[in-house]
């Protein structure tokens, strides 16, 4: 027997299966009970792919699970496939990475559990140089009890984007009705799963499984290749390394619990990564772009202070670790590409609202003074400004950062650009008058403040070449509208020149 046939890696864990590949059928059965979460695909690289899927069962023991990767949807030209394991030690999730493919390709893969095939899924892996534009559809904040997630539809529909980035929030820890439009809750009926607040590793699992059930997600992860990062919502409100807002004494250990919540991010999640350090990572595109990617939670952040803290100024207070620091300080500095992206997952810049909130806990780079002023000291000291990519905020704006020079001026260092949630909850409540009252305030009180959209949901597309960047917002109808459509928000250039302008 060859054994080019047999399966000769594991990933994450899984046994390789040695026995010889059957033949599939390129026509899938008409019932697809196995596969009832779909497929996805994950943190491409240059030559690999993660390749993610579950096998919906009760079975006890193990599960044989078949993959194919081919150049066409018919699978005419397959050119990988293999074979692992899954039980109930991984819920049931299949992730395989696929590696020895070429650069800057689309590809085809599926998967076979007892005769049954998987829908079809579609991935691109990353190129070596920017010869053609990269589209990039940034995201964050779906929240299952705020409305539908058309926005991922949108999404999937829209051939000219490349990949995915989804800057945290995937899911969301609370109760049934603790966050949410109850209107849109009482009329939809799309309750939690489980209905209590995750603390437990199943508690978690069910919560992604039932996240996954979503057929407009579904689309996204079928058709797009996603590139992720967590926040706080896939551990609890508000955390940090040694415990969480949303955490209390009567919940047990926040080790436990936060060991539990990544269990099941790894299990269900299309990432390379197997620990919280190995979620900070890059992406290099030749010498035209370099994404960082951060981890602001569990990386050595200290808890939250009040905003009127005196210790917030303190030297020794840490948003991430000075390992991820120097990472990310050394990494710009020594970038010799022409634009460098922070994807992060809090607000880097900040902006003053109508009044300071004493007694709230400032839980962006803001509330950490001190490692926020060490890495504006880099941002000045690069050829280019970086541009940061955020999520959290649930709202739309775009920021100049900016630090005085040697003639007190105001020196540009960076551009963050916030994206807005799926559905999470904004400013979409109050009223047309209450929300234009609002915008305008922070224009006024905020002269950095280059656009903002306090009560819209959606997205925006990032588009780079060698010359220039784009940002491009697309904004949900209405979210609380199964079919809803997509309109199109504002759109903003930087040169090559490092000029920003907001196109008309």
């Not at 049931?92 to 829908?119: C, E």
């Not at 920017?130 to 999404?155: K, M, P, W």
């Not at 210790?311 to 991820?324: A, L, Y």
């Not at 926020?372 to 690069?382: A, C, D, K, P, W």
Request: glycine share 4%; aromatic share 12%.
């Amino acid at each position: 027997m060859n054994r080019r046939n047999f399966v000769k890696r594991s990933m994450l864990g899984m046994i390789p299966l040695v026995f010889p590949i059957r033949g599939f059928s390129i026509f899938a059965p008409e019932s697809n009970e196995y596969f009832i979460h779909g497929v996805a695909s994950g943190d491409p690289t240059i030559e690999a792919v993660m390749l993610w899927t579950h096998i919906n069962t009760t079975i006890s023991g193990v599960c044989n699970v078949e993959w194919q990767v081919a150049n066409d949807a018919a699978f005419k030209d397959i050119i990988k496939k293999g074979a692992v394991t899954t039980s109930s030690e991984r819920d049931y999730t299949v992730k395989v990475d696929v590696s020895g493919l070429l650069s800057n390709q689309v590809y085809y893969y599926r998967f076979l559990y007892k005769n049954i095939i998987s829908d079809v899924g579609v991935c691109k892996t990353m190129p070596v140089s920017l010869a053609n534009a990269l589209q990039i559809a940034v995201i964050s904040c779906n929240n299952y009890e705020d409305g539908y997630f058309t926005s991922f539809r949108h999404i999937a529909d829209n051939k000219d984007i490349d990949y995915v980035f989804h800057l945290g929030d995937y899911i969301y820890e609370y109760g049934t009705g603790q966050y949410a439009n109850q209107t849109f809750l009482d009329e939809s009926k799309r309750f939690n799963d489980p209905p209590n607040e995750l603390v437990s590793l199943n508690d978690y699992r069910k919560r992604y499984a039932l996240y996954r059930k979503d057929k407009e997600l579904q689309k996204a992860h079928r058709t797009k290749s996603f590139i992720c990062i967590w926040d706080d919502h896939e551990l609890a409100n508000n955390a940090y390394f040694g415990g969480a807002k949303n955490h209390q004494s009567n919940e047990g250990s926040w080790r436990d619990r936060s060991a539990a919540a990544l269990q099941a991010y790894f299990e269900w999640m299309p990432v390379r990564a197997k620990s919280a350090s190995e979620m900070i990572r890059s992406i290099k595109i030749g010498k035209d772009a370099n994404f960082f990617f951060l981890e602001e939670r569990l990386d050595g952040r200290d808890k939250q202070l009040l905003n009127n803290d005196p210790e917030k100024m303190s030297t020794q207070r840490k948003m991430i670790s000075k390992k991820q620091l120097d990472y990310l300080s050394d990494g710009l500095k020594q970038s010799d590409a022409r634009w460098n992206f922070l994807v992060n997952q809090v607000m880097f810049t900040g902006y003053q609202s109508k009044k300071e909130e004493s007694v709230k806990e400032d839980d962006w780079w803001t509330g950490y003074p001190y490692q926020r002023e060490q890495l504006i000291e880099v941002f000045e000291g690069l050829k280019n400004p970086p541009v940061i990519l955020t999520g959290d905020h649930h709202q739309s704006h775009v920021l100049e950062l900016n630090a005085p020079d040697e003639a007190a001026n105001k020196k540009l260092v960076a551009w963050e650009f916030l994206t807005p949630s799926i559905t999470s909850k904004n400013d979409d409540r109050l009223t047309s008058e209450q929300i234009s009252k609002k915008s305008k305030l922070l224009y006024k009180l905020n002269p950095h403040m280059i656009y903002n959209d306090t009560a819209s949901h959606g997205y925006f597309v990032l588009n780079v070449t060698k010359e220039q960047i784009n940002i491009s917002y697309k904004f949900n109808t209405n979210i609380l509208l199964k079919d809803s459509a997509e309109r199109q928000g504002p759109d903003f250039t930087i040169d090559n020149l490092n000029t920003l302008k907001k196109n008309v």
